[in-house]
T-cell receptor
Framework: ETGVTQSPTHLIKTRGQQVTLRCSSQ?????VSWYQQALGQGPQFIFQ???????GRGNFPPRFSGLQFPNYSSELNVNALELDDSALYLC?????????????FGPGTRLLVL | QKEVEQNSGPLSVPEGAIASLNCTYS??????FFWYRQYSGKSPELIMS????GDKEDGRFTAQLNKASQYVSLLIRDSQPSDSATYLC?????????????FGQGTILTVHP
């Protein structure tokens, strides 16, 4: 167990809806990254938050947005859901020591868009 | 060319054998390399990190890094059926101030009794 928690564990939405996924980081970790993992693929970086600011972003459209709170927990919001958004969404926490620090993943939220 | 490439497998080895998992990456400036294990239906679990050329050992696991060849490998000695999982190679590219992990697609390992 990494100490990173995510909620909910599973979610079913319909196309066009909006979804909010939540993550609590491991104790002492103030950096949170979000990844999307499609079936049979490696995780794809969505964005990272540090000190409540977006600290880097991958190739995802603006309808993917996030927040980080003072307690370092984080939310991922996805608007106008598309069928291809069906995936496992992973949150990872780490210390903010540059790019070389190991990231520890939570259990993930499995999203199905119908 | 993909940024991080792994043979998707499946790689099948008998119990007790050495499993060798390989990964190549395209960004020559990459500085940080990680191996994660992912069981079916679960999230990735960090096994090893390596930053310098050479070998790094942790129990039955050895990570090997060759930056000149842009190659990272993971050896699992005395493989057990419980090692059956997907192994993900992840790289942090050079020139970024934040830790964006770029993953390969993973290698499926099956250890048979």
């Amino acid at each position: 167990e990494t100490g990173v928690t995510q909620s909910p564990t599973h979610l079913i939405k319909t196309r066009g809806q909006q979804v909010t996924l939540r993550c609590s980081s491991q104790s002492g970790h103030n950096t949170v990254s979000w990844y999307q993992q499609a079936l049979g693929q490696g995780p794809q970086f969505i964005f990272q938050y540090y000190r409540e600011e977006e600290n880097g972003r991958g190739n995802f459209p603006p309808r993917f947005s996030g927040l980080q709170f003072p307690n370092y927990s984080s939310e991922l919001n996805v608007n106008a859901l598309e069928l291809d958004d069906s995936a496992l969404y992973l949150c990872a926490s780490s210390l903010p020591q540059g790019g070389g620090v190991a990231q520890y993943f939570g259990p993930g939220t499995r999203l199905l868009v119908l | 060319q993909k940024e991080v490439e792994q043979n998707s497998g499946p790689l099948s080895v008998p119990e007790g054998a050495i499993a060798s998992l390989n990964c190549t990456y395209s960004d020559r400036g990459s500085q940080s390399f990680f191996w994660y294990r992912q069981y079916s239906g679960k999230s990735p679990e960090l096994i090893m990190s390596i930053y310098s050329n050479g070998d790094k050992e942790d129990g039955r696991f050895t990570a090997q890094l060759n930056k000149a060849s842009q190659y990272v490998s993971l050896l699992i000695r005395d493989s057990q059926p419980s090692d059956s999982a997907t192994y993900l190679c992840a790289v942090v590219a050079g020139g970024t101030s934040y830790g964006k992990l770029t993953f390969g697609q993973g290698t499926i390992l099956t250890v048979h009794p």
